[in-house]
Antibody, heavy 123, light 105 residues
Framework: QVHLVQSGAEVKKPGASLEVSCKGS????????IHWVRQAPGQGLEWMGV????????TYAQKFWGRVTMARDTSTDTVFMELRRLTSEDTAVYYC????????????????WGQGTPVTVSS | DIQMTQSPSSLSASVGDRVTITCRAS??????LAWYQQRPGEAPKLLLY???RLQSGVPSRFSGSGSGTDYTLTVSSLQPEDFATYYC????????FGQGTSVEI
């Protein structure tokens, strides 16, 4: 069965950096894009970017350019999302999600989601 | 970015009701549309993709239609477990979501 398991809740101070991990299992990890989506409290869903584990190619939403980095460790079937220079507006639940299509064309819909990582940014 | 506008933002319904949610894109998205269900405290769950393709394991009471800029999610007979928030998502460009529709009792 396909699973994505994320790292645990975080509390950060403004200006700090955040790293969230997402470990896949039950499928060919290298060949499905992994997307990152966040959800602020009581708000909707916001796409942050995507990484293709095989080769590490990334695409980031323009809103996060210069502040986000996505990386992967294929030896452990894990991807990482780092977000820098945090503000209170980054308080959200962060999700990783698997692309619904096998291979490097991708589909950009999300068929499996991690459990979410709550992040609070507060002084 | 392509903007997605869902309506209504919330609706009240009863078990057994037929429910329809609409989603309008700011440009033609060529059927590149998915729908998700999110229950409180849970991650979203994929219901449909490519406008009308039912994700494996999703009950057939969920269906989707549309073309161009206008798309619809229909639940033919609402069940107790269907009370949740629903999101549309386009993937013609970089993914963007509608603001959500809360289906309440």
């Amino acid at each position: 069965q396909v699973h994505l398991v994320q790292s645990g809740a975080e509390v950060k101070k403004p200006g700090a950096s955040l790293e969230v991990s997402c470990k896949g299992s039950g499928y060919s990890f290298d060949f499905h894009y992994i997307h990152w989506v966040r959800q602020a409290p009581g708000q909707g869903l916001e796409w942050m970017g995507v990484i293709y584990p095989s080769g590490g190619r990334t695409t980031y939403a323009q809103k996060f350019w210069g502040r986000v980095t996505m990386a992967r460790d294929t030896s452990t079937d894990t991807v990482f999302m780092e977000l820098r220079r945090l503000t209170s507006e980054d308080t959200a639940v962060y999700y990783c999600a698997r692309d619904g299509v096998f291979g490097n064309y991708g589909g950009k819909w999300f068929d499996t989601w991690g459990q979410g990582t709550p992040v609070t940014v507060s002084s | 970015d392509i903007q997605m506008t869902q309506s209504p933002s919330s609706l009240s319904a009863s078990v057994g009701d037929r429910v329809t949610i609409t989603c309008r894109a700011s440009q033609d998205i060529s059927n590149s549309l998915a729908w998700y269900q999110q229950r409180p405290g849970e991650a979203p769950k994929l219901l449909l993709y490519s406008t009308s393709r039912l994700q494996s394991g999703v009950p057939s009471r969920f269906s989707g239609s549309g073309s161009g800029t206008d798309y619809t999610l229909t639940v033919s007979s609402l069940q107790p477990e269907d009370f949740a928030t629903y999101y549309c998502q386009q993937y013609y460009g970089n993914p963007t979501f509608g603001q959500g529709t809360s289906v309440e009792i």
